[in-house]
Every structure is written in C-alpha cells, then in structure tokens.
C-alpha cells in the first residue's frame, strides 16, 4: 500500500522539511511492529507555484457569474408574469 503525503505551506522549504520529517517519524515509528512505513522518495521543492491558479480560478468565477446572471434574469422575467388581460378586465368578483 502506498500512502501520498503532501503538505501546503507559503514556505516551500519549510513544507518539505515537514513532509520529510512526517515520514522518518513514521518509519521509526513502525519498525518494530508486523509493518513497516519506508520513504519511498523524499519530498522536492517545487519548481513552480501550486497555487494559486489565476486561470483556473478566473474560468471558475466567469462561469459561477454566468450562472447567476442567468438564474437572476429567469427570476426576474417570471417575477413580471401577469395575468392575461381578459382576468384583468373583468375586475373583483
């Protein structure tokens, strides 16, 4: 079984070093029982940002604003729906 560790932090040095100590820990941790965690390969520093992700949050956010454009123009054009003028013309009863 293999278990992925990951670990996000605005200090990526920092995030490997946790992540690395998370898994020595867990190895030491194991050795003496029926299993055993091992390191399969310890944590790099990324080359670029995980996040954020203006792309993907910017289609995210046009396509959330779309939505509700949408929703409030079918709200508001069933909100004017009348009765049709023969209703109107009779008065109360």
Same mark, same amino acid.
């Given at each position: 079984m293999l278990i992925r560790l990951t670990y996000t932090d605005s200090e990526p040095t920092r995030a490997k070093i946790i992540v690395n100590a998370v898994a020595q820990v867990a190895h030491d941790h194991t050795r003496s029982r029926d299993f055993t965690a091992t390191l399969w390969e310890p944590a790099k520093l990324p080359t670029t *940002? %995980? =996040? *954020? $992700? *203006? #792309? /993907?949050? !910017?289609?995210?956010? #046009? %396509?959330? !604003? #779309? +939505? +509700?454009? =949408? =929703?409030?123009?079918? &709200? &508001? $054009? #069933? &909100? /004017?729906?009348r009765p049709p003028p023969a209703d109107l013309d009779r008065g109360p009863a």
């Open positions: *940002p %995980v =996040s *954020p $992700k *203006p #792309l /993907r949050n !910017g289609l995210i956010a #046009l %396509v959330a !604003g #779309l +939505l +509700l454009a =949408s =929703s409030w123009a079918i &709200a &508001a $054009k #069933l &909100a /004017r729906i």
